[in-house]
């Protein structure tokens, strides 16, 4: 007799445990909470908090990725003077030091043409980067490599253009990383 009064209190409690818990979550539940804040990241604000020094995207077809998605942001979407500067600055983080020792203002340029370009009213509304990975190769004892991106631009109700774009990339001794060189417009004729 004595287990069976002890098996019947615990399954007792058991039980008074649960209907306390239910009920504290009933009475949670439906008191209403104070305006919940929250804020949906913008693709303008995916690449404003982009951190290159902690985040570097792992791959030259990545940097290649993250150059075409700033750019189409920058060419159509809707942002502050801060945040242009601060997507620049991720434009800029991806390039080679070469490059940028050959074009001191980089940073403005890359301001003046996105000007342009949005007072002519272009877009880019689509990009495609090539999806197998580069093939490397060595010059001067740095690796390099190529990478194609197909960028559409768009110009008001013009229609669409396909530029085939082949980015030249090196990598980075002291990082590994892989910096945009330069890169031209391939005919869309080439193999």
Known sequence: MKN??????????????????????????????????????????????????????????????????????????????????????????????????????FAQTIKNEVKEKRDGDYSIPAFVVQNKEPKEVMVDGRKMCNVECLINVRHASNGTAANYYQFILRREKETGNWKILGWTIKDNNDD
Request: net charge negative.
């Open 4 to 105: 069976g009064a002890v098996v019947k209190a615990i399954v007792m409690s058991v039980l008074a445990a649960i209907v306390v818990l239910g009920l504290y979550m009933v009475f949670t539940r439906s008191k209403k909470a104070g305006p919940e804040e929250t804020y949906d990241i913008t693709v303008v604000d995916e690449i404003t908090t982009t951190d290159l020094e902690k985040n570097y995207p792992a791959s030259a077809r990545k940097v290649v990725e993250l150059y075409a998605k700033t750019m189409k942001v920058l060419y159509k979407e809707q942002y502050s003077e801060a945040q242009e500067d601060a997507m620049i600055a991720v434009v800029q983080g991806l390039m080679d030091e070469e490059l940028l020792a050959n074009n001191s203002s």
